[in-house]
């Protein structure tokens, strides 16, 4: 396992081979027999679970948690919990006014469950550090938790009332600077700005509700000179080149899209690239072979700047 | 109301994606009036139901809105507005001029954790 390996490759510079990282997320839970609920509400399980996925994986790197409702719960959102996924947000404090008619406040170490994350870290990163395998701190991006926050009514917003939108939005930026700020404080040396439902809009409306509330967390990110990616999922093809000119170092996408196309388009803005072992298609479905599908990766993805992950 | 708009959901699973939850919750939040003319469910791409679903109305990405069996709007979660056009044009012509008078109406999530497990969402998501 090598932490540092990974760390070169999302800044997009030349590594021996391409570092490893399984998202492993609530598949850990299944790893040491625990409900997904049960696992990510106690901090022992947590760290258990990601310590024994970590080594049974090799990993070069492993997410503390792969969760996009922390940030939203612990600023008013309830969540429905599943035994076999993560919990989903149900209900929308900012579903007919703004955060701050909502009286909405920014998260503390103590709201939600960042006690249970910063108790997760604090056991797991000993040992994690032994094995030589970095942590990434996953952050809910701005479009995800404005979604979170204001329901399906924002993808409408953004058209419709962008005044209302961009209130969301910024709040939801704010509250990344603070996630960025908690996953730095538990000791993650690379943090990712996690925001799936971008790739759910067009280009403009990236460069305006998206890009500029991506900033706060990257400015805490980098300005603690860790290492900073953005995540996205799906088709994201139509916000691939505003992905890359968002201030991370680097970026990763999933099975949706081609490698080749994702490595061409990284090697030309100088960032690191990660993917896209099939979840679905391969790891999940077996429609193809997950090892043709790993090699076919590999080779795509090269030695620089390329981390091999599932997508 | 004898004939509805049939909605199909095409998703890797609505718990799991943030980007299917949304595009699910686009139909599930729509107003009680448009409810009663639309039947939906979620197609979710782990269960073998779901890949036929998938392989039938030819879908390309997920998450998708198939509204009549025409793929409407992939990998791009819809306005309100979007929405009820794109269903207005599919309608049958008893309901038409009822679902274009709702345009104007807005989401409302009142409802959206019971309509939501009505359309199976999150239910169906196991490797079959």
């Known amino acids: 396992m090598a932490k540092q390996k990974f760390i070169d490759a999302v800044r997009g510079k030349r590594t021996e081979d391409a570092p490893w990282v399984p998202y492993a997320g609530v598949h850990c839970a299944f790893l040491i027999n625990e409900p997904a609920d049960k696992f990510l509400q106690d901090p022992e399980l947590l760290a258990k679970g ?9 990993a070069d ?4 948690v792969f969760d996009l409702s922390i940030e939203a719960n612990s600023v008013g959102c309830d969540l429905k919990w599943w035994p076999d ?6 209900t929308h404090p900012c579903s007919n006014k703004t955060p701050e008619e909502a009286g909405l406040t920014l998260p503390t170490k103590d709201t939600g469950r960042w006690p249970v994350l910063f108790e997760a870290a604090r056991i797991a990163k000993p040992q994690l550090d032994e094995l030589d395998c970095a942590i990434i701190g996953g952050i809910c991006g701005p479009l995800t938790l404005g979604s979170h926050l204001a329901g399906v009514r924002i993808f409408t917003d953004v058209y419709k009332n962008r005044e209302f939108a961009h209130a969301v939005l910024e709040y939801a930026g704010k509250i990344g600077a603070v996630a960025a700020q908690f996953y730095a404080e538990m000791g993650c040396e690379v943090i ?14 990236f460069k305006e509700f998206v890009t500029p509330y991506v900033k706060p967390a990257t400015d805490v990110i980098n300005g603690a000179d860790l290492t900073s990616s953005f995540f996205i999922c799906g088709d994201a093809t139509k916000v691939m080149v505003d992905v890359c000119e968002l201030d991370t170092h680097g970026f990763a996408i999933d099975e949706q899209l081609n490698l080749n196309f994702i490595r061409d388009l990284a090697m030309k803005y100088g960032k690191g690239f990660g993917g896209n072992l099939k979840l679905t298609l391969a790891l999940s479905l077996g429609l193809l072979s997950p ?21 | 109301m004898a004939e509805k708009i049939k909605i199909d959901v095409l998703t890797l699973d609505s718990v799991q994606c943030a980007a299917c939850g949304y595009m699910m919750e686009s139909i599930a939040a729509l107003p009680d009036d448009v409810q009663e003319m639309i039947e939906y469910k979620e197609w979710s791409i782990k269960t073998k ?22 793929l409407v709007f992939e990998s791009i979660i819809p306005q309100y507005e979007e929405l009820i056009d794109a269903m207005g044009e599919r ?3 008893s309901v038409k001029e009822r679902l274009a008078s709702l345009r104007d109406v807005g989401f409302n999530f009142d409802k959206l954790q019971e309509n939501l497990k009505k359309a199976g969402a999150g239910l169906n998501t196991k490797i079959a």
């Open chain 2, 91 to 93: 309608a049958p012509s």
């Open chain 2, 49 to 70: 139901e779901g890949v036929g679903k998938f392989m039938e109305m030819k879908g390309k990405v997920l998450p998708s809105i198939c509204i009549e069996g025409d």
């Open chain 1, 291 to 311: 090892r043709e599908d790993a090699i076919v990766s590999l080779a795509a993805g090269g030695h620089i700047g390329f981390t091999f992950a599932p997508g």
């Open chain 1, 61 to 64: 790197a492993i997410p503390l």
């Open chain 1, 192 to 205: 990712a700005i996690i925001d799936p439902v971008a790739s759910q809009i067009k280009s403009e409306t």
């Open chain 1, 85 to 90: 996924n993560v919990p989903s947000v149900t």
């Open chain 1, 50 to 58: 990601l310590v024994e996925t970590a080594k049974k994986y090799k």
